[in-house]
């Protein structure tokens, strides 16, 4: 699981998941946690960042801000959404640093050809144990 380090119930899901791995400068950041990937190898990865409702992303889109991520990158990834979700799904994403490490990090799982799931969510703090829920049929 990853987050930002502006997450506000970042220290809730570290005492549950010690794993989780906090984004503070992307670029850097990211080469630690592909790092971390390949170790561990993981069955699933989630990534979670505050919202105004809760949503899975269902796509990361190769842009940020105005620009590509990836040169000659794939134009989207599709997410992986658990089956049981009560949460809607997005399929229109944003340009911003969600997007970011989710195409990024989705990228390198297929340029790496690891079989790992990713998930995006935003939530919001009322939301969370219903999270803890979903996380469980994800981490199969």
Known sequence: ?????????????????????IFGKLKEDFEKFCEEV?????????????????????LAINKFNSG??????????????????TFPINQTPWT??????????QHFLAENNLNTKLSFLHIREKDLQELRGQIKELSI
């Not at 911003?96 to 990090?105: Q, R």
Request: with cysteine; charged share 30%; net charge positive.
């Open 96 to 105: 911003t640093f969600c997007n970011w490490t989710a195409y990024k990090i």
């Open 68 to 85: 590509k991520l990836v040169k000659d990158g794939k134009e989207f990834y599709d997410l992986y959404i658990p089956d049981k979700t």
């Open 38 to 58: 390949k170790i561990k190898q993981p069955v699933c990865i989630i990534g979670v960042a505050k919202g105004r409702r809760s949503i899975w992303e269902g």
């Open 1 to 21: 699981m990853y987050t930002f380090r502006g997450f506000p119930w970042k220290e809730q899901l570290e005492e549950e998941y010690p794993s989780l791995f």
